[in-house]
């Protein structure tokens, strides 16, 4: 369900300025450029279930969990027999759709709401409008979602680096194996 924009509650910008404080999306912004960015978000909220992303589809939007738990869904390729895989549970303040706010790229995972869930939305739009407006506000949000984005791909390398750690762990411990084995059999036929 779409909620009007936020400007149209000052209690309501209010409380999410408060709220927000600690966001990484907001981080090194000061309470007044937490609150013009707020005034241009659109709070919404999603049921149990509910998909908020849907992997493949096109949409310029940024989105910050407030409230509840959603779950990031690598969906299989059509017609595969592969299951959905569990990426991620993304938990109040965590941010999502960063990738494709600055680009026209698709979406590469489906987000679905595993809780009741309330968000905060940036639509693409408004941001580019945050461009031409308060140039400084929109290069210091930007600085934020490029330092989200950077820790995502840091995460992703430290775990592809320790996937393919154990795998070579793996081959030394299979190489080494077959060296013994190898070793036996040579000094068990050898004289002496």
């Avoid at 600055?102 to 905060?120: E, I």
């Avoid at 930007?142 to 592809?160: F, M, P, W």
């Avoid at 013994?180 to 002496?192: D, F, Q, V």
């Amino acid at each position: 369900m779409d909620y009007p924009s936020t400007a149209d509650s000052g209690i309501l910008i209010n409380s999410l300025v408060v709220e927000t404080h600690d966001a990484r999306l907001f981080a090194d912004l000061s309470e007044a450029e937490r609150n013009a960015l707020v005034r241009i978000m659109t709070s919404q909220d999603f049921v149990a279930g509910e998909v908020i992303v849907q992997q493949g589809a096109a949409t310029r939007n940024v989105w910050m969990v407030l409230a509840g738990e959603c779950e990031v869904v690598k969906e299989p390729a059509e017609g595969s027999p592969a299951a959905p895989v569990s990426l991620a549970v993304l938990k109040p303040l965590d941010v999502f759709g960063e990738m494709t706010l600055l680009t026209p790229d698709l979406h590469v995972a489906t987000v679905r709401a595993k809780t009741s869930v309330r968000t905060l939305r940036l639509r693409g739009e408004d941001f580019t409008d945050l461009v031409d407006a308060q140039p400084r506000l929109a290069c210091r949000l930007a600085c934020n979602l490029l330092r989200i984005v950077s820790a995502r791909l840091r995460s992703v390398d430290e775990k592809l680096t320790g996937c393919l750690d154990d795998h070579d762990a793996r081959t030394m411990q299979q190489s080494w194996e077959e060296l013994r084995g190898r070793l036996g059999k040579l000094y068990a036929g050898s004289p002496g």
